[in-house]
């Protein structure tokens, strides 16, 4: 963490009208419904040379998540405005970063049911300079295989991310860069990414169902392999047939497109990153290129 | 909410010491791993006239609870003084209180995985007059059946409750007072009690399982049935055979036994509170006065 002031943006039962503050002057209520109950929902968002990478996508999945809480927010301009205002307070308006936002259901007395609809959702916005991991990209990673126990609503992007947390660490523990999650014999997704195989030519993924977020850096892959002509086929990857994928990598909005060249220790096809992933790769920085514009 | 100043405890990155402050004066840094990512554990414990009901076995939990997630705390001293001292604080040594604790794995920049071991544990204290109610205990209550789409990890007392809260509204929308999770077609728990069924003079209830939390008054239900020579059988209550059940109750340490007298609009047995259940309210009332001295 730089020791330079980093700015936040806070709206909530103390800060009513919106407030921008230097991060560590940001207070949260104990009974914030974000910090006891996980009653809230996220969003990161990357910038490339200071110009958005599909913005408006993600403030809509952003309001999707919203919805499917019934968390009663929808000042979409508002969220805009703090994070443009914070970039520039930041001194972001070049180079990479990444802008996090979260909405909580507000400040109430402790209790499960939805507190009075007089209650403000809490909205907090922060912004940092992002370093992309390069040598990930070029070299590719290690990833572990997880038992995927979340709960059942994994198409809504909330901060109930204790799971991803765990598996997330039995990674790094075991020098692992992701955890893919496994359900009922098949990979769902990753911690914090969307998983994809690549068998005979074929581009396979976990179609979109309650159980994986609809990434945007998915949406983005499938429309690239459009483009290109490479068959895609979203179904189900059995654990069983990993050995069989001749590449596999994940994709996120900081993991951009990222080669998994090991699971559970056994090499994935050469045990290098794959001709079709470094293909996509390639398209993928052309084409955020032209969509951060 | 009384207008009474309320006091809490907490110990954070900002009040590393420990500190008691007004409730409202108590601030959690929007990157608490609580607020982020649901990383941390709680526990509610009861007062009856001033007397702990079961102290010992709830702290117990909590570092059961602590432990599972590998939260490196266990200052237990810590937490019962603080409980003490925030009795005295809000005028709490006589009556009826709740006691609320969290733990969480404390402040860092927002990463899936652990952060570094010098990030010490945020903890929250705050306590609160307890009014039961009567009327549920004495007439019972109408509960809907939810779909269990909470995580695998239900033995662990964690503050991702987003599921929790969902089904609780959707009780309280439909004139609810609890929601019954139905996982694989049995009954599991509710959002925040144990589901216990009685049939042909046998109560029956989820066995322990990752489904379901270990709850304090289950156990208590458990040890009265024994001493009364009330047959149990810890099995599953398939959601089709609730029909079929002479009565059904609740159990929790805010909720004690309350009968079930309608689910999903239908009643249950006689539609009032069944005479098993009534038995097991007067006994739990005797081993309550006898535990809370």
């Given at each position: 963490?730089?020791?330079?002031?980093?700015?936040?943006?806070?709206?909530?039962?103390?800060?009513?009208?919106?407030?921008?503050?230097?991060?560590?002057?940001?207070?949260?209520?104990?009974?914030?419904?974000?910090?006891?109950?996980?009653?809230?929902?996220?969003?990161?968002?990357r910038?490339?040379n200071?110009?958005?990478?599909?913005?408006?996508?993600?403030?809509?999945?952003?309001?999707?998540?919203?919805?499917?809480?019934?968390?009663?927010?929808?000042?979409?301009?508002?969220?805009?405005?703090?994070?443009?205002?914070?970039?520039?307070?930041?001194?972001?308006?070049t180079?990479?970063?990444?802008?996090?936002?979260?909405?909580?259901?507000?400040?109430?007395?402790?209790?499960?049911?939805?507190?009075?609809?007089?209650?403000?959702?809490?909205?907090?916005?922060?912004?940092?300079?992002?370093?992309?991991?390069?040598?990930?990209?070029?070299?590719?990673?290690?990833?572990?295989?997880?038992?995927?126990?979340?709960?059942?609503?994994?198409?809504?992007?909330?901060?109930?991310?204790?799971?991803?947390?765990?598996?997330?660490?039995?990674?790094?523990?075991?020098?692992?860069?992701?955890?893919?999650?496994?359900?009922?014999?098949?990979?769902?997704?990753?911690?914090?990414?969307?998983?994809?195989?690549?068998?005979?030519?074929?581009?396979?993924?976990?179609?979109?169902?309650?159980?994986?977020?609809?990434?945007?850096?998915?949406?983005?892959?499938?429309?690239?392999?459009?483009?290109?002509?490479?068959?895609?086929c979203?179904?189900?990857?059995?654990?069983?047939?990993?050995?069989?994928?001749?590449?596999?990598?994940?994709?996120?909005?900081?993991?951009?497109?990222?080669?998994?060249?090991?699971?559970?220790?056994?090499?994935?096809?050469?045990?290098?990153?794959?001709?079709?992933?470094?293909a996509?790769?390639?398209?993928?920085?052309?084409?955020?290129?032209?969509?951060?514009r």
């Amino acid at each position: 963490m730089s020791s330079r002031k980093e700015w936040a943006y806070i709206k909530s039962k103390t800060a009513p009208k919106g407030l921008f503050l230097p991060k560590d002057k940001v207070n949260i209520s104990p009974n914030d419904r974000g910090f006891m109950f996980a009653d809230g929902v996220y969003e990161v968002i990357r910038t490339y040379n200071g110009k958005f990478y599909r913005l408006p996508e993600h403030l809509k999945r952003f309001q999707h998540s919203l919805d499917a809480l019934r968390i009663n927010f929808s000042d979409i301009p508002l969220i805009e405005a703090a994070i443009k205002e914070l970039l520039a307070r930041n001194k972001l308006p070049t180079g990479d970063a990444t802008i996090y936002l979260q909405v909580t259901r507000g400040v109430w007395q402790r209790a499960h049911e939805f507190p009075p609809k007089s209650v403000r959702p809490t909205v907090y916005v922060e912004a940092a300079r992002f370093v992309p991991q390069k040598e990930y990209a070029r070299l590719g990673i290690a990833a572990i295989t997880a038992s995927d126990i979340r709960w059942g609503r994994c198409d809504i992007k909330s901060i109930g991310l204790l799971a991803n947390v765990l598996a997330r660490q039995r990674a790094v523990e075991n020098g692992a860069m992701e955890a893919i999650f496994v359900r009922d014999g098949v990979i769902t997704e990753g911690t914090h990414t969307n998983v994809f195989g690549v068998q005979k030519g074929e581009v396979i993924t976990h179609p979109k169902t309650n159980h994986i977020l609809a990434g945007i850096t998915r949406e983005a892959v499938l429309h690239l392999c459009a483009t290109y002509g490479i068959p895609v086929c979203e179904t189900f990857i059995p654990e069983c047939n990993i050995p069989k994928l001749d590449e596999l990598f994940i994709a996120g909005t900081t993991t951009e497109i990222t080669p998994v060249i090991k699971v559970n220790g056994k090499p994935i096809g050469t045990g290098k990153p794959g001709k079709l992933t470094k293909a996509l790769q390639v398209a993928f920085r052309d084409h955020v290129l032209a969509a951060a514009r």
